[in-house]
């Protein structure tokens, strides 16, 4: 079974938490693009596998961001329970509560959803992940942060609520598949200085 999300101090500190990945998210179109006033862009296939291929520093194989110059962002996770969290902060005791409830962790359209990870902790690391298919090295060098459409795909005030909470950017250092079930955190280690002041440097601005 999973274990509580933040029970342990990932980075330097861990060497086995099982967790599961609750959704995977790979999309070709870039959905919540442009003014959220528009709406989103229509998209007729899957978005939503039950396992996807990795590439290693390209990503997910049919992804939006695979084979793109944005490698250190190809792969982004979050935990659903973020978005619990979020639901529990802008509709309970809510007076006009928003109309679609529950929210869904899936539209925030982060590649991989969890549930009993503690994502945001895994950020500035290189970490592991066995989703029953073999061990997948990734670094994660910045956060995966909100936009303004988390008001328009959630409620009023999950952009700013979001802040910190929305998940992580991460480059695969290996080429595997990722399934939904059952999963392992491994081998987590913090990047050293260095290595992220390099790595940033040269990031591309988003």
Same mark, same amino acid.
């Given at each position: ?11 330097? *500190? #861990? =060497? ?8 995977? $998210? ?10 959220? !006033? +528009? ?10 596998? @039950? !396992? ?11 992804? &939006? ?5 944005? =490698? ?6 979050? @935990?659903?329970?973020?978005? @619990? %969290?979020?639901?529990?902060?802008? $509709? +309970? ?12 962790? /899936?539209?925030?359209? %982060? ?8 994502? +945001? ?7 592991? #992940? ?6 997948? /090295?990734?670094? !994660? ?24 909470? @929305? ?11 990722? !399934?939904? *079930? ?5 081998? $987590?280690?913090?990047?050293?200085? +260095?290595?992220? &002041?390099?790595?940033?440097? =040269?990031?591309?601005? =988003?």
């Amino acid at each position: 079974m999973p274990g509580e999300i933040g029970r342990r101090a990932y980075p330097g *500190g #861990v =060497t086995t938490t099982d967790f599961a990945i609750s959704a995977l $998210v790979v999309s070709p179109l870039r959905r919540w693009d442009g003014r959220p !006033s +528009d709406g989103p862009t229509p998209f007729d296939g899957d978005e939503h596998p @039950a !396992s996807v291929r990795v590439r290693a520093h390209k990503g997910l194989v049919g992804d &939006r961001y695979f084979g793109t110059r944005f =490698t250190y962002a190809a792969v982004t996770f979050i @935990a659903a329970e973020k978005i @619990a %969290r979020l639901q529990q902060q802008l $509709v +309970d005791g809510a007076l006009f509560p928003p109309e679609h409830v529950p929210f869904d962790p /899936r539209d925030a359209r %982060r590649n991989v959803v969890t549930q009993g990870l503690d994502v +945001d902790a895994l950020v500035r690391t290189a970490f592991t #992940v066995d989703a029953g298919h073999g061990p997948i /090295r990734f670094r !994660s060098i910045t956060p995966a942060n909100p936009c303004a459409w988390m008001n328009q795909v959630y409620a009023p005030g999950a952009h700013q609520a979001l802040r910190g909470h @929305a998940g992580i950017r991460c480059e695969p250092l290996d080429g595997g598949q990722i !399934s939904i *079930g059952p999963a392992r955190l491994l081998d $987590v280690e913090p990047l050293t200085d +260095d290595e992220l &002041r390099r790595r940033v440097s =040269t990031a591309p601005i =988003t």
